[in-house]
Nanobody, 115 residues
Framework: QVQLVESGGGLVQAGGSLRLSCAAS????????MAWYRQAPGKQREFVAA???????NYHDSVKGRFTISRDNAKNTVYLQMNSLQPEDTAVYYC?????????WGQGTQVTVSS
């Protein structure tokens, strides 16, 4: 089992920045990749960014050039640095850890961007 705890959400004005953190605990060795997803009100959860153990990184087109995902393996933590935030980035952001057999999710952290 893997437990994930997100932090760092909040309210920010358009053009501002936030950094989300997700700390993993439990069976860390089974994690193959970590990712961020988000879910806006009335919308489906969508992929934001992912980083594999091998160093492959992917982003949703809408956040390329503005968001950066990084991992600190010593702290078992994944970060999402979000710059140039826009109102359309408003959502609950969820951390995901992937093993070979299943996905684990955090409880989510709210990000609200005011115009």
């Amino acid at each position: 089992q893997v437990q994930l705890v997100e932090s760092g959400g909040g309210l920010v004005q358009a053009g501002g920045s936030l950094r989300l953190s997700c700390a993993a605990s439990g069976s860390i060795s089974i994690i193959a990749a970590m990712a961020w997803y988000r879910q806006a009100p009335g919308k489906q959860r969508e992929f934001v960014a992912a980083a594999t153990n091998g160093g492959t990184i992917n982003y949703h087109d809408s956040v390329k050039g503005r968001f950066t995902i990084s991992r600190d393996n010593a702290k078992n933590t994944v970060y999402l640095q979000m710059n140039s935030l826009q109102p359309e980035d408003t959502a609950v952001y969820y951390c995901q850890a992937l093993s070979l057999s299943r996905a684990y999710w955090g409880q989510g952290t709210q990000v609200t961007v005011s115009s």
